[in-house]
């Protein structure tokens, strides 16, 4: 099992900055990627951003040159850093980790942290 827990979010005028951070903890052996997803109100949850094990990152066309995703390993911590905020990326905002061992794929989540962006 994976623990995540997020934390960072809240409130923020348009064109202003929040970071986020996601602690994972437990059997983190074998993740092979960590990411953020977002949900607003009546719509899916989206990939945001991700990192893969080797540094790899993968973008939402929507946040590219805004946002950006970064790990500590020391720390089990993946980090999102969002600027030039937009009321449009009002959302909770779920960390995740995913796991593929041979062809099993799990897909562990964080409870959620709420990004509200004013205009």
């Known amino acids: 099992q994976v623990e995540l827990v997020e934390s960072g979010g809240g409130l923020v005028q348009a064109g202003g900055s929040l970071r986020l951070s996601c602690a994972a903890s437990?059997?983190?052996?074998?993740?092979?990627?960590m990411g953020w997803y977002r949900q607003a109100p009546g719509k899916q949850r989206e990939l945001v951003a991700a990192i893969t094990s080797g540094g790899s990152t993968h973008y939402a066309d929507s946040v590219k040159g805004r946002f950006t995703i970064s790990r500590d390993n020391a720390k089990n911590t993946v980090y999102l850093q969002m600027n030039s905020l937009k009321p449009e990326d009002t959302a909770v905002y779920y960390c995740?980790?995913?796991?593929?061992?041979?062809?099993?794929?799990?897909?562990?989540w964080g409870q959620g942290t709420q990004v509200t962006v004013s205009s």
């Open positions: 437990g059997s983190i052996f074998s993740i092979n990627a």
């Open positions: 995740n980790a995913h796991r593929r061992i041979l062809i099993v794929d799990t897909d562990y």
